[in-house]
Nanobody, 124 residues
Framework: VQLQASGGGLVQAGGSLRLSCAIS????????LAWFRQAPGKEREFVSA????????YYADSVKDRFTISRDRSKNTVYLQMNSLKPEDTAIYYC??????????????????WGQGTQVTVSS
């Protein structure tokens, strides 16, 4: 399984970006596809997840109503549409795949496969 993240960049506060995570070799071991982010000096934190088999969506409270996770089955790709971006959203964003259980899907340690990360910088 390989994950390839793309779409990061520099944007002003209030702007939008769309991240993509292309998945090759997707299996049942990657039933959950998630986005995490890590800012300098901070822990890697959960942003959003999608359960491929059911389409169930999950969001961190800090991004709910601003970010939207979605998928394109035909392209085996997961997207993260980020609107109303804030400077505190600045981080490296990683896509991840795994089979956590519902109570652990927000923990990065329960994901097996990781993309290389894409930088998102929001200027004030």
């Amino acid at each position: 399984v390989q994950l390839q993240a793309s779409g990061g960049g520099l944007v002003q506060a209030g702007g939008s970006l769309r991240l993509s995570c292309a998945i090759s070799g997707r299996t049942a071991r990657t039933d959950y596809l998630a986005w995490f982010r890590q800012a300098p000096g901070k822990e890697r934190e959960f942003v959003s997840a999608l359960r491929w088999s059911t389409g169930t969506l999950y969001y961190a409270d800090s991004v709910k109503d601003r970010f939207t996770i979605s998928r394109d089955r035909s392209k085996n790709t997961v997207y993260l549409q980020m609107n109303s971006l804030k400077p505190e959203d600045t981080a490296i964003y990683y896509c991840a795949g795994g089979r956590p259980i519902t109570t652990t899907l927000r923990s990065h340690s329960h994901y097996t496969y990781w993309g290389q990360g894409t930088q998102v910088t929001v200027s004030s």
